[in-house]
């Protein structure tokens, strides 16, 4: 056969094998209108939610909970790499229109922020190293004592009865949570040389959570302070965020860490560093995930849904860490992921009863305002 006859007969096959347009346009029709149903879904946004959150947790929790471990800033250097990228990335491709430039004015007053922004996410990798996953969900709610504290001091906000009631059931969880932790060590342990190495790993782990909620609360304040000033939006946070964080982590992990090719061997063994590479990219990308799901979840239901949505989900990844982790399973423990979960509902209707009457108030009815609280709306409306 000649080239001529190969060629005739290729596009003749070619043809043949190609489906017809008017085909072709009812797959594109089909495709597109599945694509719009699932994005207009809102249970399909709430699952998307759910799932980018736990899941980022989890993999969190296995990349650092390796026994030789000492990597932690390294990691988040790597995070930050694949975020900002994957920002870039987007923005290349007309995902994100309107990304805020880096400018040297908004960097400095920023800063802070990124300073918080890398405490919170360093307390958080060093928590999880420590604690099971229920423990750090139940201690995590109390960074929303200190938010609220936080902004009763310096916005103006107010905390109602149900809230106050919820402040206490958080902080009984937590307590049951440290007494089973506790006990769970102390029963498992065979000698007295084991029983003071595990709970002396469950200190670190509660001192490390303390100041993860300490560092949690100062970069939301410190954002809600600076984010309205600047007039950032959500992707204009995690640009800045991840940008000027990367420095500083990079800096912390060369002055702190053991970047020698036998400790990288240890950190990364040849068993499973495929698994902890692919983590790694995950968790790198898990943070755009969560901000779509995020925005995608409010979109489609609304902020009160939302917000019980975010209350909801600490059970299962309480329990996702049982199943993943092989956390202790005890009555004390159970009951300490109970009264979480059930702090967090009092929570949520307690934000939704206060905002329906924040709406029932007057339009010129206005509330004394503090000094503190008047300095920061004259600096917002600068």
């Known amino acids: 056969m000649s080239r001529m006859d190969e060629k005739e007969s290729g596009e003749q096959d070619g043809f043949l094998l190609k489906p017809a347009p008017h085909h072709r346009a009812r797959v594109d029709r089909g495709m597109g209108t599945s694509l719009r ?3 207009n879904s809102p249970g399909a946004a709430v699952l998307a939610y759910c799932f980018s959150s736990i899941s980022m947790t989890v993999v969190n929790k296995y ?16 995070q930050s790499v694949i975020c900002t990228a994957a920002i870039l990335v987007l923005k290349q491709m007309g995902f994100i229109p309107n990304l805020a430039a880096l400018e040297t004015g908004k960097a400095k007053r ?11 996410i360093f307390t958080s990798t060093k ?17 929303i004592i200190v938010i609220a504290y936080g902004e009763l001091r310096w916005f103006g906000g107010k905390v109602t009865q149900l809230l106050l ?26 000698h007295s040389a084991e029983t003071a190495a595990a709970v002396s790993t469950l200190n670190a782990g509660y001192a490390w959570m303390g100041l993860n909620i300490f560092c949690t609360a100062s970069y939301v304040l410190g954002t809600r302070k600076f984010i309205t000033s600047l007039n950032f939006k959500d992707w204009d ?32 063994p040849a068993e499973s560093r495929n698994n902890l590479m692919i983590g790694m990219l995950y968790s790198g990308l898990g943070a755009i995930f969560i901000s779509y799901s995020s925005a995608w979840c409010i979109r489609k239901t609304s902020s009160t849904t939302y917000s019980f949505v975010g209350y909801l989900n600490k059970l ?21 992921i109970l009264l979480g979960f059930f702090s967090g509902l009092v929570y949520g209707y307690g934000k939704m009863k206060q905002k329906e009457q924040s709406k029932q108030v007057l339009p010129t009815f206005q509330r004394a305002m503090s000094a503190s609280s008047q300095s920061q709306k004259d600096a917002s409306s600068s």
């Open 63 to 78: 990349v650092v909970s390796g026994s030789s471990w000492n990597l932690n800033f390294l990691y988040l250097a790597i």
């Open 110 to 120: 920023w800063l802070p922020v990124s300073v918080a922004f890398v405490g919170m």
């Open 316 to 336: 299962p990844l309480a329990i996702s860490g049982i199943v993943f982790f092989d956390a202790p399973v005890t009555f004390g423990s159970v009951s300490a």
């Open 37 to 39: 149903q699932l994005e």
């Open 127 to 143: 928590s999880l190293q420590f604690l099971s996953v229920p423990v750090y969900t139940i201690f995590k709610n109390l960074t």
């Open 165 to 190: 009631l919820s402040f206490g059931f958080m902080v009984l969880s937590s307590v049951v949570a440290a007494w089973a932790d506790i006990q769970a060590a102390l029963n498992g342990a065979g």
């Open 237 to 268: 946070t995690m640009f800045y965020n991840n940008l000027l964080s990367l420095p500083i982590m990079v800096i912390c992990s060369l002055l702190t860490e053991d970047w020698s090719s036998t400790n990288l061997a240890k950190n990364f």
